[in-house]
């Protein structure tokens, strides 16, 4: 089975790296074609000798999800994995999505290491992507990250490309259509990458975040049957008002379901609060 590897790419200072933990894939013979698609001023996809790898230059930068829908449209092969530029693969990466997906799951999200390179990096990771960390168990989901994700082609055809009008939370608006429509959406915590982001200090980790929350408020009204509290979310003004006690449930709730994570974790606590402010912040612009 062969897949197409799509990489929306910004000018990542690490997307050498990124393409270096592909190559060193287990299941290395089934990479049909990796596209990065977006800019790379740096040249850094010349650094590792694969004739497989193919930029796409857009010319001048594109959203996340305009990168992804030119991938998809450019892609070849059936089987479609999306990976960050910013996201390091295990050795058995693409192996485990595709031994999943082989089982017939047409989408397959992966788990993401409770880690970071510093302590905004680590928080953010921790209180962004803990429904999906490498420490979950496998199962279904209502929507995935498109970080780390394997989706068949014939799914996109069903339900269409992503919206590229959300600057944030297109993958979950695209993953909660795909599961409106009836596909299963299957999380393998074995599917490892590290998130490696640029967000290393305060002022990034907040405005990251206050961004995700005045997007998602959308992407919540618009499914407000799958999405709990989103009758609440159509007043903006409670939220904002609310937001200390809607961040103090929303971080209490994320350590009662990591509890030995966050033994060892106790002092990223305020910082995942204060995340959660900038949510709601964000939620009611």
Known sequence: MNASIIIPSLNSPILDLVLE???RQ????SIGEILIVGKDDLRLHKTVNDS???LIDTGQP???ARARNIGIQHAKYEMLLFLDSDCLPEPTWLETHLRIQSKGHAVVGGGVAPKGSNYWSLSYNLTLFHEFFSTNPPGEKRYLPTLNLSVQKKVIDAVGL???GLVRGQDIEWTTRMNAAGYTLYFEPKALIYHQHARVNFTAVWHDCARSGYHMRQVRMQYPDLFKGSKFLQNRH????FSPIIAMFATFRIISKHLSLFRKNWLTIPAIYLTKIAWCWGASR
């Open 162 to 164: 992503l919206d590229e």
């Open 238 to 241: 409670s939220v904002f008002i």
């Open 21 to 23: 933990k592909i190559k």
């Open 26 to 29: 287990s299941e290395r013979q």
């Open 62 to 64: 594109v959203n996340a």
């Open 52 to 54: 497989l790898v193919q």
